[in-house]
Structure formats: C-alpha cells, structure tokens
C-alpha cells in the first residue's frame, strides 16, 4: 500500500503542475479498448499512470477487492477466484480495465441483474484536477449520501474529464467452478428478443443472459447459471486454448441444426453444456467475438480455417487484435459500435443495420440501466428526443410512454463489421446510424468512433449537461477536456492523406505494421502465461482435473 501512496503523490503534483500552468492533459494508461483514431491525441500532454496495475488486496470476508485502475480483467479475476470470490461484472475481454470500466461504459452479460460495471463499486480514490486526492462513496442505496457522492455519480462513464481515478473499491461476490451454459435456437429477430427478456426474469434463476444475431431467422440466446456440479459423464468445453474453437462458431454449429424452442417445448430447441467460469467470462477473447475474422478477410488469400486459427493464435486474442486495428489504421474503416436500445426499438434498429450495413452476426445484452442523467445507455426523457420520426417504425407508442429518466431495462446491440471503404462513405455510415439510433430513443457507447456535432451529442446526452458542468466547475475541472472533446472525431484530411496515411492504405502494408506492433508490445505472453485457463486434461474430463 505505501507503493501505491508514494505513486498517487507523485502524480498529485504533476496534475497540480499542470492546474497551475492552467494547461489541458490527457491520462496514459499504457493501452487503449477504445477504436477512437489515435493520431488524434498526438501532441497531447499526458498524465502517466501505466504503472497503476496491482490488486492491493482481497478481504474475503467482507468480499472487497482494492484494485488499482489498470488493473486488467484476467489479473482481477485470478486473485479474487484465488480466494472464492469474483467481480459480479467482468468485461469479456481480459485486458480491459477496472479504470476503464468506471470511467467508461461496461455492460456485459450479468448486467441484466448488477448493472454496469461501476455500480458494483464501492468507493473510488480520485486526484482531483488541482491535485488533491480525495475517496468518493456513492452511498448506501437507502438514502445515506456518501462522502464526494455528487463526484462518484459525475465521475462514473465521465473518460476521466473529472479528475484522475487511482484506486477502486469492488464488491465481490461468491464464485462456482463452472457456468451451466444454455443455447436457445430462435427463428425471427422478434423472438430473440422476446426470449431475452424472459430470460432475464427472475424466477428464471439466471445469472448471466446475451445473444447472437447471426441472421434474421438463426438467432441464439444464451443462459448461464453457477454451478459447482459436473454431471458424471459430462465434458467440460473451453475457449482458451490454441485448438479449441471460437466461441461464436462454436455456438453456430451447437444450435444449427436445432428447432426454434418457440415452435416446440424451449428444452428441445436448446442444448446445454458446461464452461470452467473463468473460461466463460473471457469466452469471447479469441477472434474478439467474431471480428478476428476481418484479419483474414484483409490478408486473403489466408484461408479462415481451424489449421490457421491455430497456427495464429497468437495474434488473434483481443489484446493483439486492437494494436493491430490501431497500428494498421484499419480503425479508419471498420464500424465497431455498441448501442443501448429500448427494447421496443431493437427489431427496427436491427432492420436498419441489416438494409443500410449488412453486418451480422450482431450481439444482444440486457441491461440493468440507471436513472438519468447519465453518459451511461439509459431510458431517456421523451423531451430529450428528437422531434422528427421516421414513418412506418411505430415509435410513438412506446417514445410516449415507457421512456423517462428513470431506472429500466434496455437492451445493448453490438455492431461491428468492415464498413464503406471511401473515407467519405464511412462517416456518412457512422453519422446515419447516429442518427437512427437517436430517433429510436437509443444511446450509444462513447468508446467508439462518434461524429455527432456538438449540439447533437448534448442533445442525446443533455440531461446530464447542466450538472456535469456545474461539477466541473465544483471541481476546478474546467481546463480539461470534456467529454465531448474527448469521444468526437475530427475528419481531418490533411492528417489521412500525408504519406504514412497513405502507405498504411496500400495493402498489405498497413495489416504489416499491425503485426509488428503488437509483436513489439509482446500482449501476446499475457494470454499465454495466464493462470486463469482451466487446468483439465484434453478434452475436459474428470472432475478431479479442475483447478
């Protein structure tokens, strides 16, 4: 702990330096998850915390965890399972943070019954802009304020625009040796849905929920409960290693030939299997969900089969894969967003996708939102909708009636997929399905490629305006950027046409440079030393193997 004391006092009179000079940084974190160009924050002052990145401690009896904020999901998890004991939240992909997922917005397929990850935190150490460091408790949930509670509320999905976050208080809860992991066939869009949300219902006794699209008529929702028994005869299934197959393959082949379970008894339109839960939670590692793909479509002729996705393994674990997006400035050009929809909304937003971008498969998780004004997806105030609707979607019944700043449920999309190679019919792709995404009352992730103008963005995100500049002001916050300053992009054309630019856009040099950056950056030795893969025999028999 006097480790982490001395490295927050140095960092508290670097920030004070730059408050007094009344000179704008940015914060370091060593990597990035986020898609955002990066040649946009060249030149930028920069406020290094990179060395932030230990578990100081895990009290299983009160099952908190103190973390530092670049502490990664996969190292998280290895020390709270060492005790019994995991995050009721975990990003799905291992290197996102525990600061990335207070600051930014982290949904995934608990959070139909936790919420977002930073509601699952206790309290946060945060240096303020001035330097002072002070800890911000969000209270007790029956009324009691904690200390700095305006701060802790401003501060979650706010990208660090309030002040600089250097130590976490999580809330644990108990962990069991394996996922029992359910895969319902659906046959239309409508029913995905529908069977989402019924999954999602209590006595359904679920504690994970989400889905794939991978077209109108073949979708799959997927349950998983905790569970400390292995059926006799029963194979474990893992994801981790080299020559195990890739979760959303996997799960394609599972339900291909099933039923859809609304036409039969829903026992016989799913199937069922066992997953190590550690395995679980990072089941989406290899092949980053599904657009690990995209590698192979832009090094064609390499054929995407089972031989070449082991024989690169290495360089197709989402770490890899996003020093590759940003080394190779393929970003520039691959549509990577995840919407937060009503659930009325989300069968006309998919309709949309499918006509204007064709991208499939897409992602369905269920939400726990809060109540507004936040950054975070949330049920918005019919007043902060836009005026005009699009004919023939039905809005109305439900942007009058079920939408308000108020804790509900939604529905998270995920759109990822190659978009329109012209520069200029990619942002007009992104900026249409901003547009789209407003009208049917959704919120988007601000980690993702955003070119609303600024009236739009406060539009979309207005009701939380007000206070989050009167916090910013409360907190001598105000020579920082804002988050708009920060999640917008700017369409440069100087900067994407001088001869870098145009080098990375000639294949195959650009996908070349994305190699040797992540060579270089050596994430690959993450995956392969991790202690979190389960330690069964070949084929996951035997109950006695697991570790």
């Given at each position: 702990?006097?480790r982490?004391?001395?490295?927050?006092?140095?960092?508290s009179?670097?920030?004070?330096?730059?408050?007094?000079?009344?000179?704008?940084?940015?914060?370091?974190?060593?990597?990035?998850?986020?898609?955002?160009?990066?040649?946009?924050?060249?030149?930028?002052?920069?406020?290094?915390?990179?060395?932030?990145?230990?578990?100081?401690?895990?009290?299983?009896?009160?099952?908190?965890?103190?973390?530092?904020?670049?502490?990664p999901?996969?190292?998280?998890v290895?020390?709270?399972?060492?005790?019994?004991?995991?995050?009721?939240v975990?990003?799905?992909?291992?290197?996102?943070?525990?600061?990335?997922?207070?600051?930014?917005?982290?949904?995934?397929?608990?959070s139909?019954?936790?919420?977002?990850?930073?509601?699952?935190?206790?309290?946060?150490?945060?240096?303020?802009?001035?330097?002072?460091?002070?800890?911000?408790?969000?209270?007790?949930?029956?009324?009691?304020?904690?200390?700095?509670?305006?701060?802790?509320?401003?501060?979650?999905?706010?990208?660090?625009?309030?002040?600089?976050?250097?130590?976490?208080?999580?809330?644990?809860?108990?962990?069991?040796r394996?996922?029992?992991?359910?895969?319902?066939?659906?046959?239309?869009?409508a029913?995905?849905?529908?069977?989402?949300?019924?999954?999602?219902e209590?006595?359904?006794?679920?504690?994970?929920?989400?889905?794939?699209?991978?077209?109108?008529?073949?979708?799959?929702?997927?349950?998983?409960?905790?569970?400390?028994?292995?059926?006799?005869?029963?194979?474990?299934?893992?994801?981790?290693?080299?020559?195990?197959?890739?979760y959303?393959m996997?799960?394609?082949?599972?339900?291909?030939?099933?039923?859809?379970?609304?036409?039969?008894?829903?026992?016989?339109?799913?199937?069922?299997?066992?997953?190590?839960?550690?395995?679980?939670?990072f089941?989406?590692?290899?092949?980053g969900f599904?657009?690990?793909?995209?590698?192979?479509?832009?090094?064609?002729?390499?054929?995407?089969?089972?031989?070449?996705?082991w024989?690169?393994?290495d360089?197709?674990?989402?770490?890899?894969?996003y020093?590759?997006?940003?080394?190779?400035?393929?970003s520039?050009?691959?549509?990577?967003?995840?919407?937060?929809?009503?659930y009325?909304?989300?069968?006309?937003?998919?309709?949309?996708?499918?006509?204007?971008?064709?991208?499939?498969?897409?992602?369905?998780?269920?939400?726990?939102?809060?109540?507004?004004?936040?950054?975070?997806?949330?049920?918005?105030?019919?007043?902060?909708?836009?005026?005009?609707?699009?004919?023939?979607?039905?809005?109305?019944?439900?942007?009058?009636?079920?939408?308000?700043?108020?804790?509900?449920?939604?529905?998270?999309?995920?759109?990822?997929?190659?978009?329109?190679?012209?520069?200029?019919?990619?942002?007009?792709?992104?900026?249409?399905?901003?547009?789209?995404v407003?009208?049917?009352?959704?919120?988007?992730?601000?980690?993702?490629?955003?070119?609303?103008?600024?009236?739009?963005?406060?539009?979309?995100?207005?009701?939380?305006?007000?206070?989050?500049?009167?916090?910013?002001?409360?907190?001598?916050?105000?020579?920082?950027?804002?988050?708009?300053?920060?999640?917008?992009?700017?369409?440069d054309?100087?900067?994407?046409n001088?001869?870098?630019?145009?080098?990375?856009?000639?294949?195959?040099?650009?996908?070349?440079?994305?190699?040797?950056?992540?060579?270089?950056?050596?994430?690959?030795?993450?995956?392969?030393?991790?202690?979190w893969?389960?330690?069964?025999?070949?084929?996951?028999e035997?109950?006695?193997k697991?570790?």
């Amino acid at each position: 702990m006097e480790r982490h004391r001395q490295a927050v006092r140095l960092l508290s009179a670097a920030v004070r330096a730059f408050f007094e000079r009344a000179e704008p940084y940015r914060i370091w974190h060593g990597s990035t998850n986020s898609t955002r160009p990066a040649h946009q924050k060249a030149g930028a002052r920069l406020v290094d915390i990179s060395g932030l990145r230990n578990v100081l401690s895990v009290d299983a009896a009160r099952r908190i965890a103190l973390v530092e904020p670049n502490v990664p999901m996969d190292r998280l998890v290895e020390h709270t399972l060492a005790h019994g004991l995991v995050p009721p939240v975990v990003m799905e992909f291992p290197g996102i943070t525990a600061g990335g997922g207070f600051a930014g917005t982290a949904g995934e397929s608990s959070s139909f019954k936790h919420g977002y990850f930073d509601e699952n935190v206790r309290g946060v150490e945060i240096v303020l802009p001035d330097g002072e460091v002070v800890f911000a408790k969000p209270g007790d949930g029956v009324g009691k304020e904690g200390e700095y509670a305006d701060l802790f509320r401003g501060a979650t999905g706010a990208l660090g625009t309030l002040g600089v976050a250097t130590l976490l208080e999580l809330r644990l809860i108990e962990a069991k040796r394996f996922v029992r992991t359910t895969y319902r066939r659906t046959s239309s869009v409508a029913e995905a849905v529908r069977v989402v949300r019924e999954e999602c219902e209590k006595d359904r006794g679920n504690d994970y929920v989400d889905g794939i699209l991978f077209s109108k008529d073949h979708g799959v929702v997927v349950t998983g409960k905790l569970t400390n028994e292995l059926p006799d005869n029963e194979k474990v299934q893992t994801f981790s290693r080299a020559w195990d197959p890739w979760y959303y393959m996997h799960v394609r082949e599972r339900t291909a030939n099933l039923p859809s379970s609304a036409s039969i008894t829903p026992k016989d339109g799913s199937v069922t299997e066992y997953i190590p839960l550690a395995e679980y939670l990072f089941r989406y590692d290899r092949g980053g969900f599904w657009v690990g793909q995209a590698a192979f479509d832009y090094f064609r002729p390499v054929p995407f089969n089972r031989f070449f996705r082991w024989f690169l393994d290495d360089f197709l674990h989402t770490r890899m894969l996003y020093r590759a997006l940003h080394g190779s400035g393929e970003s520039g050009r691959f549509v990577v967003q995840d919407v937060g929809m009503p659930y009325e909304a989300a069968e006309p937003f998919v309709d949309y996708v499918s006509e204007h971008l064709d991208i499939w498969p897409l992602w369905l998780c269920p939400l726990k939102t809060p109540a507004g004004p936040s950054f975070h997806p949330h049920l918005r105030s019919v007043l902060d909708l836009p005026g005009e609707r699009i004919e023939g979607d039905n809005i109305g019944e439900f942007s009058s009636g079920s939408l308000g700043e108020e804790a509900g449920q939604m529905l998270n999309i995920g759109v990822w997929g190659w978009g329109p190679k012209d520069r200029d019919a990619f942002v007009r792709a992104n900026r249409d399905l901003e547009r789209r995404v407003d009208e049917l009352g959704g919120m988007k992730w601000l980690y993702a490629h955003t070119y609303y103008s600024e009236p739009e963005f406060w539009r979309a995100y207005g009701g939380h305006r007000a206070r989050y500049e009167a916090l910013r002001e409360r907190y001598r916050a105000e020579s920082l950027p804002s988050v708009y300053d920060k999640v917008r992009v700017k369409v440069d054309p100087k900067s994407e046409n001088d001869w870098k630019s145009r080098v990375k856009a000639t294949w195959p040099f650009g996908g070349l440079v994305g190699i040797w950056k992540g060579i270089k950056s050596r994430d690959y030795m993450l995956h392969r030393r991790a202690t979190w893969k389960w330690k069964g025999g070949d084929g996951g028999e035997g109950k006695e193997k697991i570790a």
